[in-house]
């Protein structure tokens, strides 16, 4: 049907960098809204960034002025701009994407998630 694939997650130390991606593919009609979520350790999973098909953004609180989001439509691929990381952005961060199929049904869809670990 529909795969989100991340990748791009890892380890960096404080004040580092990362760049998370997020590709679909399958039965898909269009793409509106894209974002990205992460979930700590015993904590609910949280909205990080999202961008619509008209390249609104919005973002946690958390992450203004340190996380990017944007998409490219011709691949299919939505990003995340990991920038002065801190330890408390630790945990696995899931892709979101909600898509039209051929049939024009809109479904959400989620990424199986990547490890993102932030420590010294």
């Known amino acids: 049907q529909v795969q989100l694939v991340e990748s791009g997650g890892g380890l960096v130390q404080p004040g580092g960098s990362l760049r998370l991606s997020c590709a679909a593919s399958?039965?898909?009609?269009?793409?509106?809204?894209m974002g990205w979520y992460c979930q700590a350790p015993g904590k609910q999973r949280e909205l990080v960034a999202a961008?619509?098909?008209?390249?609104?953004?919005n973002y946690a609180d958390s992450v203004k002025d340190r996380f990017t989001i944007s998409r490219d439509n011709a691949k299919k691929t939505v990003y995340l701009q990991m920038n002065s990381l801190k330890p408390e952005d630790t945990a696995v961060y899931y892709c979101?994407?909600?898509?039209?199929?051929?049939?024009?049904?809109?479904?959400?869809?989620w990424g199986q998630g990547t490890q993102v670990t932030v420590s010294s």
């Open positions: 979101n994407a909600e898509i039209s199929s051929y049939s024009r049904r809109r479904r959400n869809y």
């Open positions: 399958g039965n898909i009609f269009s793409i509106n809204t």
């Open positions: 961008i619509t098909d008209d390249s609104k953004t």
